[in-house]
């Protein structure tokens, strides 16, 4: 249960982060994907009004973070602000970004894992040979959390109950499970239990084209899955340090995420999906994620609109999680023990 069982499909970041903002105040938070335009950017600035000791806020484009540091620093001074950047594609950057993010702060208390790509049209293999949705979605996320923890541990030593991890996923986890047998989309056999579920890409009048054995959605479907065995994972093993991790759908909201869709599709979305978002509404389950202290003892957990909910069974597999782990330590070259 989380705290305020009123919360919900409309309530606000702004409104969350108001109710929490003794659990706020001090800490140092790191959000990815920090985008003005986005529920990062809303993120960002409902989490600075509480009085944190600082805010890590990364995103790919130097022209965007400077808009974020630039309206952060008029309108709370008081907090410092560390920016990054980072291209999550690229396990070079993601390591530069992780050492520069390690140099400017002592420990980090709340890591919101929120940036992300979808439904890019034709395959794209990222610098390290890897399909972008997975390489952006989860590699690069998995690289920077895990380059990160001793940061971690140290909020969660000085701060008991406090540290959390939060993965912004997305019932995109309902399109396709992890394709352990072909992540990478180049045409190897898979088995049932990972073959994409198109059912609900014609339930919403979404594409279903393939392309050389890709279909975009099937693709970002298999990286929001990631996204929660990813989860599923560090619950089970950071328990003991008193770090609990959270995986989250924030709603339908008109971001630059779905820039890759058509203006067809996205009219034909908007019509069929009921109940859009405003990108402050979008960011509100990211934040009772981070900061709801009645969430302690529920690592693990996703949530939507504000609430627990259930993820599919083959997202939240403990075998699969620690599978996937092994995996993306081999992706990345390097083990991670928690």
Known sequence: MTSHSKFGAETTATEVTKAFSDQIKGLTVLI?????????????????????????????????LDTMVKDLNTSFPEVQIVPAIVDLSSQRSVREAAAEISKAVEAIDVVINNAGVMAIPEREISEDGFEMHLATNHIGHFLLTNLLM??????????????????????????????????????????????????????????????????????????????VLFITYLAKH?????ISSFVIHPGAIQTELGRHLTPTT???????????????????????????????????????????????????DPEKAEKLWKLTESFVGQEFKL
């Open 32 to 64: 990815t994907g920090a985008n003005p335009n986005g529920i990062g950017g809303s993120t960002v600035m409902a989490i600075a009004q509480h009085a944190p000791a600082c805010i890590v806020i990364s995103g790919r484009t130097q022209e965007k």
């Open 150 to 227: 001793d940061k971690i541990r140290l909020a969660a030593i000085k701060r008991p109950g406090v540290t959390r991890i939060v993965n912004v996923s997305s019932v995109g986890f309902d399109l396709s499970a992890f394709r352990f047998q072909d992540y990478n989309f180049d045409g190897h056999p898979v088995g049932e239990d990972e073959v994409g579920l198109p059912g609900p890409l014609v339930a919403y009048s979404l594409p279903t084209e393939r392309v050389d054995h890709y279909m975009s959605l099937i693709a970002y479907g298999q990286s929001k899955t990631a996204n």
């Open 238 to 242: 950071l328990a003991g340090y008193g």
């Open 266 to 316: 996205l009219a034909e979305i908007a019509s069929a999906i009921p109940g859009w978002k405003t990108r402050d509404q979008g960011a509100a389950t990211s934040v009772v994620a981070a900061f709801d202290p009645a969430l302690r003892y529920h690592s693990g957990a996703y949530l939507i609109d504000c609430q627990i909910s259930s993820a599919p069974a083959y997202a939240t």
